[in-house]
Each structure stands twice: as structure tokens, then as C-alpha cells.
């Protein structure tokens, strides 16, 4: 696989914290619950268990976020973008990024990912590509809500919210790929 920039690092440097999975994990291959059928495939798009721990104690809000920046486009592609998670919340069970979002903790909102999709996208690359990394964030803010961005936002909008509020980051970053 061609070596690409972490797209994070241009971001403003941020303290990180500690993400746990029960489905994910660094480095590893996700399952196929967290792929796509979109494209045919036996995918579930079910968005993976998050757990988080150690984030600022000034924290007023969460955001998850989960993009692909191996997608052959020239601005990567989002799966999944998720904020106003309130700090009572400190995990999102497997199948929180259901279409609708009817999973997801009160006052949390879900924008439509870049497939226009309102809800968690498994991984679909391309077979005999070789693996795409998938990296899953949660954001601590500084807000309890981000009021100027809207259901109807692009998750690009919600990464400038996101780099404007931040606090801290912990983040996951699993493999997937489908054989030729």
C-alpha cells in the first residue's frame, strides 16, 4: 500500500486519550460487521463498540468521527460523523451508527456521511486494493454543542468545528480490504 500522510497531523496538536473496542483495534483487520454491503458485499454496516477514557476534565461534549483517507478520491472519504454526544456518555455500543441514528445517546446527531447515507458506512475498498486504514476518532470539545453546524453539514464542515473546539483526541485506526 502506498505510504500516505496521517491526515491528523496537520490538524492543531491536541493531548491525546484513551479508545478501547470490543470490534476494532490498531493495525488489525476489522470484521466484515464493520463493512459494507453497499456495493454487494456481506457487509453489516454496523459501526464498531467505542469505549473512551481519560479525556480533560473540562470536556462539554464528544464527537466520533470515522474516515477513510486511502479512498480513491482525491479528499478521502467519511463513513461516519457524529456529535453533541453529551459528557455523561462515555461509550457508543456496536450498532450506534444505525441509519437514523436511532441508537445513538439523547442529543447526539449524526450527519450524512460522504455516500449521503445518515448513519455509519462499513469499509467497501475496492477488491485486490490493497488494505484501507480506517480511522476512528472521538473528539473531546470544549462546547456542549456545536450550534453552528447543521444536519444538513458536510462532515468537512464538522472537522473545522472539530479542530476549532478541540481539547483532546484518542483514536483507532483498524485495516480492511477484500482479496482480488
Known amino acids: 500500500m502506498p505510504q500516505y500522510v496521517d ?17 476494532i483495534a490498531d493495525g488489525e483487520s ?3 460487521a464493520q463493512s459494507s454491503a453497499i456495493f454487494g458485499g456481506p457487509g ?18 464528544f464527537s466520533v468521527t470515522c474516515f477513510d483517507p486511502d479512498a480513491l478520491t ?11 454526544i453529551p459528557t455523561s456518555v462515555n461509550e457508543l455500543p456496536a450498532g450506534a451508527g444505525d441509519v437514523g441514528g436511532r441508537n445513538l445517546p439523547a442529543g447526539a446527531k449524526m450527519l450524512s456521511n460522504d455516500s449521503g ?8 475498498p ?5 488494505p484501507h486504514r480506517y480511522i476512528f476518532v472521538v473528539h473531546a470539545l470544549d462546547v456542549p454543542t456545536l450550534d453552528d453546524v447543521t444536519q444538513d453539514a ?18 483507532l485506526t483498524p485495516l480492511f480490504g477484500i482479496p482480488g
Do not use: C, I, K
Open 154 to 171: 458536510t462532515p468537512a464542515w464538522l472537522g473545522f468545528r472539530l479542530a476549532a473546539h478541540g481539547l483532546a483526541r484518542a483514536r
Open 74 to 84: 482525491v479528499s478521502g472519504f467519511w463513513h461516519w460523523a457524529v456529535y453533541d
Open 44 to 61: 453489516q454496516d454496523r459501526s464498531p463498540h467505542l469505549q473512551w477514557s481519560g479525556y480533560p476534565t473540562e470536556t462539554r461534549s
Open 30 to 32: 476489522m470484521d466484515v
Open 117 to 124: 447515507r445518515r448513519g455509519y458506512l462499513g469499509a467497501a
Open 126 to 130: 475496492p477488491p485486490g486494493e490493497a
Open 7 to 23: 491526515p491528523y497531523s496537520a490538524l492543531p496538536v491536541v493531548p491525546a486519550f484513551a479508545l478501547h473496542s470490543n470490534d
